[in-house]
């Protein structure tokens, strides 16, 4: 009997143990800012009062260029994939991998049978025409995708709309994209129902404070924020969601976006160098997905030294011999390069 991936798993549980320089989570180092954690701090004084998501609803909806009614403010983008599961009622679920495994785990909790669609790594993990079943009427994808760090072209993702569809797009990590090229979250009019999922927590390091929000047509918005309890969202977590959304917190984001792709290039360059290590495709993201031999045994060699990453043999599509890795700073990067090069399997005894 194959054994099933572990849809559970997730890059927190690599870094439980103190001491290690993570590069397992993907939210940015540094965050919250400053400005930001001052503004959470001072929402303390309003706790008494029940939340009112009104200002954060019309601040995402004007972000995005959208009415207020497509807006579903969440717990977190997790929160939205329980709530989809729930809603909805699909023939035949289909979730794009290698990616995040808690849409298929709540489609799963929520009693649904799942279709997978294998990326390869041959394909550079691209999504290719035709890929996805015609009578798919549920259709999950990230973008760009984790694990693989692949950014496809809006264009592509749009072809899979279809009346009688509900397309879920996975943005968590779009703000990690110069630009947002490839972004639907502002794309209207698409036939069948376009579902558009965003996160607060890696831009803005807020993974505790749960808040992350949904996109889609002002009826299924509705049938979701009916299956939500009374006020899902807490104050702090309405006032991340409005500060977030501002000019001047997006013009914050789009240079840490940038200076990301500028230290993402430089790890890529790092991994070229090492025997045996392999990038499928072109990252995007403020991760990388690589593939290199005896996978588990490096990981744990890096824990050793120092270094948590995220094993990939949690995720469909993938196996033993993959690892994740998070972009950080160049000093932090070239530390972690040279664990791995010792890490290797051909580094021998000495270099273990």
Known sequence: MNQQPDLRHHGDAEVRSAGLVDLAVN????????WLHARLAATLADLAAYPDGTAARAAVAARHRR????VLLTAGAAE???LLARVLRPRRATVVHPQFTEPEAALRDAGHTVHRVLLTPE????LLPGAVPEDADLVVVGNPTNPTSILHPAAALAELARPGRTLVVDEAFMDTDPGESQSLAAVRGLPGDVVVLRSLTKTWGLAGLRIGYLLAPAPLVAALAAAQPLWPVSTPALAAAELCSAPAALAEAEQAARTTAAHRAHLLAGLAAL???RVHGTPAASFVLVRLPDAAAVRTRLREAGYAVRRGDTFPGLGPDWLRVAVRDPATTDGFLAALAKALPDAGPTGR
């Open 80 to 82: 939205a994939f329980v």
């Open 123 to 126: 394909q550079g993990f691209r």
């Open 275 to 277: 025997p045996g290590v």
């Open 67 to 70: 009415p207020v009614g497509e």
């Open 27 to 34: 939210v940015r180092t540094g965050t919250p800012p400053a």
